[in-house]
């Protein structure tokens, strides 16, 4: 890549994380007002939310597979994905992150919807679990040097599988009425 190609990664990178940002909060900030206007619930206009951000996900993917088979110099060879290894690695990373993300979401909305916290309460119960990743990963790290990395992943999903399982069971839990 030239050096004139290379001046323009850095702005075009952070004009595309602008529209990512604003996109969210655009979505985040009007739902509350179309759920007024339309009388409708939350649960209703999930499909809102979700279906905006597959569309700028899958634009946005589009756009950058198809950069990098053009480029002379790509960041990412396309050619590394006909290795099993890398795109089992891949789908395993990102199924880690999917549910992660969407563990995260569901959660915070149960602490405030289902449990009645407010939006810095919700917070602070899930900063637990972001101090459980600055602790872990460089255990981890340090592991995957010594045995490898497939027994961590599985052993990692398995462990947030459980975790999630557990949840379930304590929300499908009738509550006891308080005072």
Known sequence: MNAKKRTWVVPLTGIGSLLAALDTLV??????????DLHASVAQLEWTVNACSLSFAVLLMTAAALGERRASEPMLPLGFFRSRAFSAGNAAIFCVFASLFSAVFF???????????????????????????LVVAPIAGAL????GERPLMVCGL????????????????????TA
């Open 158 to 177: 398995l462990v947030q599988a459980g975790g999630m399982a557990w949840i379930a069971l304590i929300a499908a839990r009738p509550r006891e009425p």
């Open 144 to 147: 995957a040097d010594r045995i």
């Open 107 to 133: 959660f915070a909305q149960q602490l405030q919807t289902g449990l009645g916290y407010d939006a810095l309460d919700a917070g602070l119960r899930l900063l637990p679990w972001t101090g459980t990743f």
């Open 27 to 36: 979505v985040a900030s009007a739902l509350s007002t179309i759920r007024v």
